[in-house]
């Protein structure tokens, strides 16, 4: 079935550091793609998304790109902010039926620190 | 606020208690979807509907989970004779539907914690 493979956390990195996340899947066929963010008591609001191969996802100085040929969606950012404290999920809808229920990655703490 | 609302946020039950969430989605969003997301785990799916229709259950809905949406509109999700392996935070989310393009809106979610 489906599944989505995030590097493991805590992610801890001072202001300004650059930032990635790692992502990999296993779907059939070429699925859309999303990043999930969950501020601090807060539900999942979407981060930025990739509907096809090739396809750049940005939102907010945070960039993916969907690479088909490593099936791939790292998240990106070039410096970040003690506001970017949160926790990151990569997620992909489900490849099969019509439904489209969402298999995520396990979350990655991402802690800023001033 | 037109986002997705959960009530309530919080619930702490014995075991074996009876518990019951609701979950307003977006308004005109047809498409409604529970998921439980339990400590370091990303949210699995546990039930969708489309409309009043319940179309997938997980495994994960064992019998003592219920979930209905009886107009459409908002939905609830009942656990009988809760256990402690039941303690989750407990999230809806809602899509205006067609195309895996299409993002969910999440509501912040019901805690559960069963002593």
């Known amino acids: 079935g489906d599944s989505v493979t995030q590097m493991e956390g805590p992610v801890t990195l001072s202001e300004e550091a650059f930032l990635t996340i790692n992502c990999t899947y296993t779907a059939t066929g070429y699925p859309s793609l999303f990043w999930y963010v969950q501020y601090p008591g807060e539900g999942l609001q979407l981060l930025l998304k990739?509907?096809?191969?090739?396809d750049k996802g940005s939102n907010k100085g945070f960039e993916a790109t969907y690479r088909k040929e490593t099936t791939s969606f790292h998240l990106e950012k070039g410096s970040v902010q003690v506001s970017d404290s949160a926790v990151y999920f990569c997620a992909l809808p489900n490849s099969g039926g019509s439904n489209y229920k969402l298999t995520f990655g396990k979350g990655t703490l991402l802690t800023v620190n001033p | 606020d037109t986002g997705v609302s959960q009530n309530p946020r919080h619930k702490i039950t014995k075991r074996g208690q009876n518990v019951t969430f609701r979950c307003d989605p977006i308004s005109e969003h047809n498409r409604l979807y529970w998921y439980r997301q339990t400590l370091g785990q990303g949210p699995e799916f546990l039930t969708y509907f489309q409309n009043e229709a319940q179309l997938e259950k997980s495994r994960l809905l064992s019998d003592r989970f219920s979930a209905e949406r009886p107009k459409g509109s908002f939905s609830t999700l009942e656990i009988q004779r809760t256990e402690q392996g039941d303690s989750a935070m407990y999230l809806c989310a809602s899509n205006p539907g067609s195309g895996a393009y299409n993002e969910q809106f999440f509501g912040p979610g019901t805690r559960l914690t069963v002593l």
């Open positions: 990739a509907t096809k191969a090739d």
